[in-house]
């Protein structure tokens, strides 16, 4: 049973941000940004029936029942926090060279991490923390790199951050402990590639392979999080080493351009 509130207010977000830009000797540049985001009057709901609280009289008189499995009232209690710093480092190499490297501290919350609803009454006793897509740390890295060969390149893309957060629930659903208590295990995958480029009837054409995630990092999507399973904590659904193959058009070659 859903209570109306007549006095909802729409809710409010505010956000800032700030960068700041360094050019450095031999073609480095040195980026740092700051971001911050407030959310206030947040629309969630809440369970007004406890077992100190019962159910109001004239609920009970129109539904002929005192049992309920909860009595939620729409309010502007919900509340969101995002902060993050970010240092990037950039250096192209030429004319179509580059590379990059960043690295970011962040955090996520909120008041209202589960979201309740009519059809999914969840059990949660404290619904304050992390959001499931939190990431503390992050490092991304990508390049596209010279070899002693001529028009062969090296790409590559690094990315390497904290496991997202998830919660531990019981047989019936209702969250066990603190919301988003438990983390995934850290993120690491490296693509590397190895790239040929070659001319072919006047286009300009380039022939990549290489491997995704080459280390064989185990980067799950899915945990048994089911307390008294036989897999309890167990993880899934990671797709391992694979081979990538790919041709790139680079567009027309020029006019009067050697061969």
């Not at 480095?28 to 947040?42: I, P």
């Not at 499995?69 to 309010?75: A, C, E, H, K, Q």
């Not at 402990?177 to 190895?194: K, M, Q």
Request: glycine residues 8%; aromatic residues 14%.
């Amino acid at each position: 049973y859903t209570i109306r509130n007549p006095d909802l207010k729409p809710p409010r977000y505010q956000n800032w941000s700030l960068g700041l830009e360094q050019r450095l000797p031999h073609g480095l540049f040195l980026r740092g940004n700051f971001l911050r985001k407030r959310g206030h009057d947040g629309f969630t709901y809440v369970n007004t029936l406890t077992a100190n609280n019962p159910p109001p009289p004239d609920l009970v008189a129109l539904y002929h029942t005192t049992s309920f499995d909860g009595i939620f009232n729409l309010v502007n209690l919900r509340r969101d926090v995002y902060d993050s710093g970010e240092i990037t480092v950039h250096q192209s190499l030429g004319e179509q060279y580059e590379w990059m490297a960043s690295y970011t501290r962040s955090r996520a919350l909120s008041n209202a991490v589960v979201t309740f609803s009519i059809d999914q009454p969840l059990s949660v006793v404290n619904n304050v923390g992390p959001m499931p897509w939190d990431a503390p740390n992050r490092l991304v890295s990508w390049g596209y790199l010279p070899t002693p060969r001529k028009n062969w390149a090296l790409a590559y893309l690094l990315d390497a951050r904290t496991g997202f957060p998830y919660s531990v629930q019981n047989e019936d659903g209702g969250i066990v402990g603190a919301v988003n208590a438990h983390r995934y295990p850290n993120y690491f995958s490296l693509n590397l590639h190895l790239e040929r480029r070659f001319r072919l009837r006047g286009y300009r054409l380039a022939l990549r392979g290489g491997f995704n995630n080459i280390t064989n990092h185990q980067n799950p999507t899915v945990v048994n999080n089911t307390i008294g399973s036989p897999i309890f904590l167990h993880y899934f659904g990671s797709e391992g080493r694979h081979f990538v193959f790919r041709i790139r058009w680079l567009g027309k070659e020029e006019t009067g351009q050697s061969k």
